[in-house]
């Protein structure tokens, strides 16, 4: 059953502590995204990769760092310089030449 | 800077008559419009998108209209029904932007039976 999963689903973090979001696709999708979303302000780009090996920053990108080594992985690490993590981050995935984009099930990071 | 905007962030509606929700976009750019909708704690699942080469486009209960000219787009849902309600975001990118979607802020609708 193809689809993008994220985990976990549910994670806790001390303050000062880096924490890695997983996102996994098996859709065959190029092009992957993380997303953020707090109340009120909708989604917010934090990066972008169209290709492994490659990717961009998105409009928040700083506290944030990914890597791109496979195709169906984009791991997501939050950093301790991230000053308000606590957030629904989701993953996403599009074909190279699609133009819609499809979404993981989201992951709730919550620094305690 | 916000490029895609959802001015209402709450409509409700009654069982079977129609809803409307709307979108504006400022960056004349974007040729590709998608309309998603969200329950909480889940990921938005694709509901409907058009091309800026068209001004309307429907899919069963579910019709997108775009009025480039106002830089305005319009999820139209009719019948409604209570499995409607959800948050709605509306989504627009351009082909010239390395495959970026700008979202909106997203309207919650409420179906009453």
């Known amino acids: 059953d193809g689809g993008i999963t994220q985990s976990p689903k549910y994670l806790f973090r001390k303050e000062g502590q880096n924490v890695t979001l997983s996102c996994e696709q098996n859709?065959?999708?190029?092009?992957m995204y993380w997303y953020r979303q707090d109340p009120g302000q909708g989604l917010r780009l934090i990066y972008y990769?169209?290709?492994?090996?490659?990717?961009q920053k998105g409009d928040i990108a700083e506290g944030y760092s990914v890597s791109r080594e496979k195709k169906e992985s984009f791991p997501l690490t939050v950093t301790s310089a991230q000053k308000n993590p606590t957030a629904f981050y989701l993953c996403a995935s599009k074909e190279t030449d699609g133009n819609t984009i499809y979404f993981g099930e989201g992951s709730w990071l919550t620094v305690v | 800077d916000q490029q895609v905007k959802q001015n209402s962030p709450s409509l409700s509606v009654q069982e079977g008559r129609i809803s409307i929700l709307n979108c504006d976009y400022t960056?004349?750019?974007?040729?590709?419009f998608l309309w998603y909708k969200k329950y909480p704690a889940e990921g938005p699942t694709f509901l409907i998108s058009i091309s800026s080469i068209k001004d309307k486009n429907e899919d069963g209960r579910f019709t997108v209209f775009l009025n480039k000219s106002a830089k305005h787009l319009s999820l139209h849902i009719v019948p409604s029904q209570p499995g409607d309600s959800a948050v709605y975001f509306c989504?627009?990118?351009?082909?010239?932007?390395?495959?970026?979607?700008?979202f909106g802020t997203g309207t919650s609708l409420t179906v009453i039976p």
């Open positions: 990769s169209q290709i492994v090996n490659d990717f």
């Open positions: 989504a627009a990118s351009a082909t010239n932007t390395g495959n970026q979607f700008y």
């Open positions: 960056n004349s750019m974007f040729d590709y």
């Open positions: 859709l065959n999708h190029d092009a």
